[in-house]
């Protein structure tokens, strides 16, 4: 005479089937498992979308610095380029004024 005993498990990640039988020739376990929702898989996808987003507004943040230090400079080299004129200008009308 064969007995058979079934158990299942479902803790909603993992589904579980033990099939227990006993008969003449012996008594015989069967595991199933099956399961996993690939739940680790779209969160792993998740983080690497996220991961290039940073990534790529780091980049985007670090070229724009590099923009602006560039005008800053230009913009000071000007200032200077300015201040000389107006040097050479008061000398010239110093000179004017008074010539030695």
């Known amino acids: 005479m064969t007995e058979e005993k079934i158990t299942e498990r ?14 003449d ?3 015989t376990t069967v595991v199933e498992r ?15 979308i996220a991961v ?7 980049t985007q943040t670090n070229a724009r610095e590099a923009v ?3 005008a800053i400079t230009g913009a000071a080299g000007d ?3 300015a201040a000389d004129e107006v040097g050479e200008a008061a000398g ?5 004024i008074n010539p030695n």
Do not use: Q
């Open 52 to 58: 290039a987003a940073g990534i790529y507004f780091l």
């Open 25 to 27: 020739a012996g008594h």
């Open 10 to 23: 479902d803790d909603g990640v993992t589904r579980e089937t033990t099939v227990e039988r006993n008969d």
């Open 92 to 96: 010239e009308a110093a000179d004017a």
């Open 68 to 70: 602006e230090t560039e």
């Open 34 to 48: 099956s399961g996993g929702s690939g739940a680790g898989w779209v969160i792993a996808f998740v983080l690497l």
């Open 79 to 81: 200032i200077g380029d």
